[in-house]
Nanobody, 123 residues
Framework: QVQLVESGGGLVQAGGSLRLSCAAS????????MGWFRQVPGKEREFVAA???????RYADSVSGRFTISRDNAKNTVSLQMNSLKPEDTAVYYC?????????????????WGQGTQVTVSS
């Protein structure tokens, strides 16, 4: 069983930055692919960014160039640095872990999810 706990959400003005972190309680963290997703009430969950066990990354077009995903296998954490935030980035952000060795943007491929952290960007 893997437990994921997100932190770092909050309220920020448009153009500002936030850094989300996700701590995983598993000894084999380095073997998991990790991802960030977000969801707005009434809308489907949306892929944001993913990082494979080997460090390859992928981003949604809407955040490419503004967001950066990274991982620290020694600390069992994955982070999402969010810069140049826009009001449309407002959502609950979820951290997720997958056994898949292939970098994946599909939420259905992720096996474990955190409880989410709210990010609100004011205009």
């Amino acid at each position: 069983q893997v437990q994921l706990v997100e932190s770092g959400g909050g309220l920020v003005q448009a153009g500002g930055s936030l850094r989300l972190s996700c701590a995983a309680s598993v000894r084999t963290f380095s073997r998991f692919g990790m991802g960030w997703f977000r969801q707005v009430p009434g809308k489907e969950r949306e892929f944001v960014a993913a990082i494979s066990w080997s460090g390859n990354t992928r981003y949604a077009d809407s955040v490419s160039g503004r967001f950066t995903i990274s991982r620290d296998n020694a600390k069992n954490t994955v982070s999402l640095q969010m810069n140049s935030l826009k009001p449309e980035d407002t959502a609950v952000y979820y951290c997720a872990a997958t056994y898949s060795t292939i970098l994946t943007t599909m939420g259905s491929r992720y096996n474990y999810w955190g409880q989410g952290t709210q990010v609100t960007v004011s205009s």
